[in-house]
């Protein structure tokens, strides 16, 4: 393993600059609690996995995040807090971080959560043994031989981590990288229980085998019925938390949400856009709108023909009226989106792309033009299958989107809906023409967004490859303020390529019931149950 060998000849910087302060649930004064600390919230889908390192989906991190606990969290600001970590020092060229553990961090098992637990689940990530689909993940902050490791060139040991002792954990980089620190509060980056995983393989996160490090602990988990995770005593902050027990429901029908909600069955819920306006009337104080860093888009299989032709993807893109989409499809506040990086994010400032600043009517008439020079007339109109994950309100803007193909294009849809799991893997084996994705960021930077569409990446299921969009990446990666070669990265790939149909950009919407306190998304739209409260009621 590299290692900075000059690193104890380095300034560092004082650990006390970035030590946090301890957060939980906040209760305010005179607030009076339930005798009852049970909460049931909205799960999404069935999760593919709880595994940290196995995780793909917003369903799985959902609940690994109650589970698990890495060395920070963030708070709904999107500042850091600790986790595991107290505090951490940096060296003078930022490529060398020490991390200073507590000792108060238990498993499930009551055995201590130390520096190896780190360098397990680290290493975990990057072996392809492993087959993690976010190993992609560890090759972003550059750490030392992670892009060697997952082709199979070098052991995972060789990764540039290290337990220094019982309680310090070190991660090497190959050159700075500004969100690095950002980064690892994903579950990807989260440590990993090696006996309990040697002992029990791909069984470890039964109910019955489990051993987790957060502050809950998985009791029940009953496939598409519910998953039950109760109080951990063993965790390190338990003092601070409220809720006694929680439980995720999976069901991906916000209809299907909002009627166990108002039923009483659920204190938090995802509701039918449709009915927004109605839903508001009814419940202004428990209808939630939050910012969210997502980009909702489809994606074009540029494998096969006539997605090969960037043409026809322009002219399916340019097609879309984004507008009517945010303001009378959806209604929540939602932003058009015509570059892939959202607007929110902090620091970046998106290019503007030339379609974007078209009206409407600029954008069909280039788009029948392009669809014509691409060989596609009435005589011969161009018909494909769009590939959408079963939910009410994909469907909706499938059939919107669809219509508006038909009317401006004569284009011809056949609509095919799969649960999520089935429409993942259908997407991840090629198996299709145009789906519906989108991209929650894992941490608040334009990276975390981009990357999908460099040519290695695991999410890139349309299978986008222009080396030169690849170096741009690469190159941002080496760069202190590397906006503008976001920039030139995002007029490449959907000015000019339009790799992907972007379409609206998120906001979190949800019901919450009066008497939850604590509810404060974050950018990601987590919201950690430890941070909640039952009040009387």
Not at 223 to 239: A, F, G
Not at 278 to 299: F, S, W
Not at 468 to 487: G, H, I
Request: with cysteine.
């Amino acid at each position: 393993m590299k290692v900075n060998k000059n690193l104890c000849l380095t300034i560092l910087l004082s650990s006390s600059l970035f030590a946090m302060p301890l957060l939980a649930a906040t209760v305010p004064d005179g607030v009076k609690l339930s005798p009852n600390q049970e909460i049931v919230r909205s799960g999404g889908q069935e999760p593919t996995s709880i595994d940290p390192q196995l995780i793909q989906e917003d369903a799985g991190w959902i609940r690994a995040f109650d589970l698990f606990e890495g060395l920070y969290s963030q708070d709904p600001e999107g500042n850091l807090e600790p986790g595991v970590a107290t505090s951490y020092n940096v060296n003078e060229d930022n490529t060398v971080y020490r991390f200073n553990l507590r000792k108060d961090a238990k498993w499930s098992n009551n055995e201590p959560v130390t520096a190896h637990d780190f360098v397990y689940g680290f290493q975990r990530a990057v072996d392809p043994k492993t087959s993690s689909p976010y190993s992609w993940y560890m090759q972003i902050p550059s750490i030392v031989n992670a892009d060697k490791i997952i082709n199979g060139k070098l052991a995972p040991s060789e990764l540039g981590v290290k337990a220094l002792d019982d309680y310090t954990f070190q991660v090497t980089l190959e050159r700075p990288v500004p969100y690095f620190m950002k980064m690892i509060t994903y579950p990807t980056m989260f440590p990993a229980p090696k006996k309990t995983i040697d002992k029990w393989g791909d069984d470890w996160t039964k109910p019955e085998h489990i051993v987790s490090n957060g502050a809950y602990k998985l009791k029940i988990w009953n496939i598409n019925e519910k998953m039950v995770l109760e109080r951990n005593p063993l965790y390190w902050n338990n003092v601070k938390t409220v809720i006694d027990k929680v439980t995720y429901l999976p069901i991906p029908l916000s209809s299907a949400q909002f009627k166990r909600y108002q039923a009483g069955e659920m204190d938090v819920a995802g509701f039918p856009l449709d009915h927004f306006k109605k839903i508001k009337q009814d419940l202004p104080n428990e209808v939630r709108i939050d910012p969210m860093l997502g980009i909702y888009y489809y994606i074009f299989n540029t494998n096969i023909a006539p997605f090969n032709d960037v043409r026809v993807r322009k002219a399916l893109s340019y097609s879309i009226n984004r507008d009517i989409i945010t303001k009378y499809v959806l209604g929540t506040g939602q932003l058009p989106a015509y570059g892939f990086a959202p607007e929110a994010v902090s620091g970046y400032t998106p290019p503007k792309l030339d379609y974007s600043t078209w009206t409407q009517k600029e954008r069909d008439e280039k788009a029948k033009a392009l669809l014509a020079e691409a060989g596609y007339s009435d005589s011969n109109p161009l018909n494909f299958t769009l590939l959408y994950n079963t939910n009410e309100l994909h469907k909706k803007l499938a059939i919107a989107i669809a219509a508006m193909w038909k009317k401006t294009l004569g284009v011809t849809v056949t609509l095919e809906n799969q649960e999520w799991k089935t429409a993942l893997s259908t997407m991840s084996s090629g198996n299709f023409q145009v789906g519906r994705y989108a991209w929650i960021s894992d941490y608040n930077e334009a990276s975390s967004t981009l990357d999908v569409l460099t040519s290695e990446h695991g999410n890139n299921y349309g299978h986008y490859k222009r080396q030169a969009y690849d170096n741009l990446m690469n190159q941002s990666r080496t760069m202190k303020d590397p906006s503008k070669v976001y920039q030139e990265a995002e007029k490449l790939a959907i000015q000019e390529d339009m790799a992907v149909a972007p379409i609206y950009q998120y906001t979190s919407a949800a019901v919450v019931k009066p008497y939850v306190g604590g509810y404060e998304p974050n950018s990601q739209a987590v919201v950690y149950t430890r941070n909640l409260y039952i009040k009387a009621h």
